[in-house]
């Protein structure tokens, strides 16, 4: 008989208790043994694990966050913390470790293999979306409708005061939350990893304002620039200081932050999550090893890890040019 472990690491993300439920319904299904270890790797490295069973399980599916909490854990890049989880997989006789999180979490999975040479699986959990392998990340869909439905509000107030904000979004490098949600929210501007480079921060800067004062001339209405996170140097408050200097707008800046990552999961993020949970325990069943479960074009996926953490998944260049279509700024930056 099996004995599975699961954990969740890195950034929380709605879904990620689903996930969990999924894998501790389907292990019990098949007779298996499953613990979970508490905090990320920490409480792999410390371990801190407990007994996973239905009373863990019950009433969780809706809730965000994770009920083993997370962290990232910087010991999982040195050689004594990756042999302390070793140590703590060997002491507890762990056939399978199946991890819920992002790229960084699947590295610190590949980099396990050294010293451990039980079954290795992946899910990908964050709500960035920027897992190659696999059409969405769990909580992705939950964090694109957070933001929605906080900058439909903010589009309120602006148009109330025909103001102009400056809206950052999360996503670390990536602009799948900013594209989707500019997209979704039908923004003025995007500005994200896609459309912009650092050296072109001038150039945006005259293509803004130009466009601004311009939309402020004809219009008078709200005007919105959502941004990611990490790309502006100083970010959306930076930005919005600057565009006041160079052409006297006045802009509002709004970071929406941890919101995006918190609440209960949407419908499609429950069900990924559970395909997903359901899918990893069978792939450990069958001997499987070094995957990450996603899923393509609705279909179960098995993704070798390597795979997996080689890219950067690329918001889908159709999405990237339809908005720079009706946008005002031209880009030449696309990465994708
Ligand atoms: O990966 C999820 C995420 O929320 C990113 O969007 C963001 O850049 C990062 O985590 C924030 O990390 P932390 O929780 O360590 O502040």
């Not at 954990?7 to 709605?14: I, K, N, R």
């Not at 999982?76 to 819920?100: C, P, R, S």
Request: proline fraction near 2%.
């Amino acid at each position: 008989m099996k004995k599975i472990a699961v954990l969740t690491s890195g950034g929380d993300a709605p879904g990620m208790n689903a996930a969990i439920r999924a894998v501790v319904l389907a292990a019990q299904q098949h007779q298996l043994t499953i613990i979970g270890f508490k905090y990320g790797y920490n409480g792999l490295i410390d371990n801190e694990n407990i007994q996973l069973g239905r009373h863990n399980i019950d009433g969780i599916i809706q809730r965000g966050g994770t009920i083993l909490k997370s962290a990232r854990c910087a010991q999982m890049h040195t050689t004594l913390g990756l042999k302390q989880a070793a140590t703590t997989l060997i002491k507890e006789k762990i056939d399978a470790l199946i991890v819920i999180g992002g790229d960084g979490s699947f590295n610190g999975l590949l980099a396990l293999k050294a010293y451990w040479q039980g079954q290795i699986i992946g899910i990908p959990g964050t709500i960035d979306n920027d897992v190659d392998g696999t059409d969405h990340t769990i909580g992705f869909a939950t964090a694109v409708n957070t933001a929605i439905d906080a900058i439909d509000k903010i589009r309120d107030t602006a148009n109330a005061f025909e103001r102009i904000f400056i809206i950052e979004l999360m996503g670390r490098h990536s602009g799948h939350i900013t594209f989707n949600v500019g997209v979704a929210c039908a923004a003025e501007q995007v500005l994200s990893f896609e459309n912009f480079s650092v050296d072109s921060t001038e150039e945006t800067l005259k293509q803004l304002s130009t466009d601004i004062l311009h939309s402020q001339k004809n219009r008078h209405n709200s005007y919105l620039i959502v941004i990611a996170e990490n790309l502006w140097p100083g970010g959306a408050t930076e930005l919005a200081k600057q565009l006041k200097k160079i052409a006297n707008i006045d802009i509002t800046a709004c970071i929406l932050g941890y919101i995006q990552r918190g609440g209960s999961p949407v419908a499609k993020d429950r069900i990924l999550a559970t395909k997903l949970g359901v899918a990893a325990v069978q792939a450990v069943l069958e001997g499987k090893t070094n995957l990450m479960i996603g899923e393509q074009n609705a279909e179960i996926s098995f993704i070798p890890l390597e795979q997996a953490v080689k890219h950067l998944k690329c918001v889908s260049p159709s999405l990237v040019e339809a908005q720079e279509n009706i946008l005002a700024i031209t880009s030449n930056h696309s990465k994708c």
